[in-house]
């Protein structure tokens, strides 16, 4: 794709739809890049006025304390849950393997890679060197939470493949981390699902057969069942007979190559997010998502790979749409084809699909949803040509009714999962929701979080249900305010919350030290 955000630019305001608008050296910036007055940066709430250390200390401080206050909340809920009566089908919810409040040495591992994500990763995320003077016209003015550098007298420190790079890496080394304080150690923390690599080792060579069959060999899913085949599509079956085909037989090696597989999340998102966004806000996007708590989920996890598919259709929708794009039809299918290939992966992830609807509308190019849908379907009618049906593999993955009690316990227990896994850096993209550009994204996430409510889809299983959507519901964190003067503004972005940054981590490590598991 074009790099519109080249080093040794000056940020300009963007077009209506969110495409940039590239300010050279040689260049005066557009009129409406005047400084703000005093007032107008007045204008925001309370805890964002100014852009002093202590107001953003006092910000993230409150949202620390909300985040906190609700896992509380949801811990004690649990707690109580698993002493009552309601039939849940775990011995200690929310997690099928119950609690064991343990010590590991190796504690320090994960602590020291969360630092050196933070001070490296967060530094770099969209820190500049000065440049040289402007030969004509007047540089951008700054605005609140960013630097004197970022407003277009500077270039960044990383270039952006680069950067891009520097999250994959620590994106694998957050989750390898968290893999070694894993209950039973570094393996059972890498090891593949074992009715995945149980079932991959029985397909033979004839895979057409069990796509077939999938169906009628396939026991439907239950609340709380830790089983892969119930709960998916054949897409990660396939994924695991092909990877044993390669030589990744083994269910350690399977889930390395998992877990490899679903680190590139990490720069798919951010690249999505910079072409919707901007460049500033998909830089400090990166180490929020490298030290994300859900981390820990994508280790040996099939749905890493349906989290990546999901997010290779939205980037590819989203970059393809961009204004000046050449074959954006082209693009439009792709996305498409990818998003019928996530959905042959995962059920609720396809819903991620409105997320490039929005785009398209929001950049005026409608008609490259009728492009998108028929890409989307082309696999689907693929696999039904071979006997599966997608429908009936969603019939067997909804989990069946039961009594009111224990929906809504299920409900209260999801959401706690959920919490845990987002970390406190959630509570601020919830708080800045109506100031981000990359609302289409949470609109997508939205629905497909929904679709796996209503079709029961999460009883039990929000930490792999909803792992393709997590990346997205963060994108706001890194919205400005107050909301810029301009549309589009491409240099605002809101300031890295190291703080919950690290509580999320601190967060991950003790979830990982009390979860239960082999020995």
């Known amino acids: 794709m074009p790099d519109h955000n080249q080093p040794r630019r000056g940020r300009g305001t963007a077009h209506g739809d969110g495409s940039p608008v590239s300010v050279t050296e040689d260049t005066p910036p557009p009129a409406a890049a005047e400084p703000p007055t005093p ?8 805890d964002a006025r100014s852009s002093a250390p202590g107001s953003s200390i006092r910000a993230e401080l409150v949202e620390a304390g909300i985040w906190l206050t609700l896992v509380a909340f949801g811990l004690v809920g649990t707690v109580i849950l698993a002493s009552s009566h309601v039939a849940l089908g775990l011995r200690e919810p929310p997690w099928h ?58 270039v960044f420190r990383l270039s952006w493949p680069v950067l891009l ?16 304080v894993a209950p039973g150690g570094i393996r059972a923390g ?3 699902p074992a009715d995945l690599v149980t079932a991959a080792h029985a397909i033979g060579n004839d895979p057409l057969a ?18 892969v085949l119930p709960a998916h599509p054949p897409g990660p079956l396939l994924a695991a007979w092909t990877l044993a085909r390669l030589g990744l037989s083994g269910a350690v090696p399977l889930g390395i190559a998992f877990t490899l597989i679903g680190a590139l999340t990490v720069p798919v998102v951010c690249v999505a997010v910079r072409s919707l966004c901007h460049e500033t806000a998909a830089r400090r996007l990166v180490p929020i998502l490298v030290l994300a708590p859900w981390s820990g989920w994508m280790a040996a996890s099939p749905d890493a790979v349906t989290a990546l598919l999901a997010a290779l259709a939205v980037a590819v929708g989203v970059v393809g749409c961009e204004p000046g794009r050449r074959y954006s ?49 082309l696999p689907l009618f693929l696999f039904a040509a071979w006997g599966f049906s997608w429908p009936d593999g969603l019939a067997l993955a909804r989990v069946p009714h039961q009594p009111l009690a224990a929906t809504l316990a299920w409900a ?26 990359g609302w289409p994204f949470l609109l997508g996430a939205t629905a497909a ?42 240099v605002r972005a809101g300031a890295l919350p190291v703080m919950l940054m690290s509580l999320g981590a601190a967060g991950a490590i003790v979830l990982r030290l009390f979860m239960g598991g082999p020995s």
Request: aromatic content about 8%; cysteine-free; proline content about 10%.
């Open 449 to 490: 979080a929904l679709f796996a409510a209503l079709a029961r889809l999460a009883e039990g299983g929000t930490q792999r249900t909803w792992l393709p959507l997590l990346p997205w519901l963060l994108v706001a964190a890194v919205a400005p305010r107050p909301r810029p003067a301009g549309p589009g503004d491409r």
């Open 165 to 180: 790079l520097v999250g994959y890496v620590g994106s694998l080394a957050w989750t390898f981390a968290l893999a070694l």
């Open 210 to 227: 069990m796509v077939a069959a999938y169906t009628d060999h396939v026991p439907p899913a239950t609340a709380g069942s830790v089983d």
């Open 39 to 46: 007032r107008a940066l007045d204008s925001g709430p309370p």
């Open 412 to 437: 209260f227990l999801d959401l706690t999962v959920a919490l845990l896994g987002a970390g406190p850096v959630a509570v601020r993209a919830a708080r800045r929701l109506r100031l981000t550009p």
């Open 190 to 192: 890498l090891r593949a």
């Open 97 to 154: 393997d119950g609690w064991q409040a343990r010590f590991d040495p190796l504690i320090v591992v994960p602590a020291v890679v969360a630092a050196i994500i933070l001070v490296l990763i967060g530094r770099w995320a969209a820190t500049v060197h000065p440049a040289p003077p402007r030969t004509r016209g007047a540089a951008v003015p700054t605005a609140p939470e960013s630097g004197p550098a970022e407003s277009g007298s500077g």
């Open 329 to 377: 039809a082209w693009w439009a299918l792709a996305s498409g084809l990818l998003l019928g290939l996530a959905a042959l992966f995962g059920y609720a992830p396809v819903w991620l699909g409105v997320a490039v609807a929005a785009a398209y509308f929001v950049r005026r190019r409608p008609l490259l949803n009728a492009v998108t849908g028929l890409g989307a379907l």
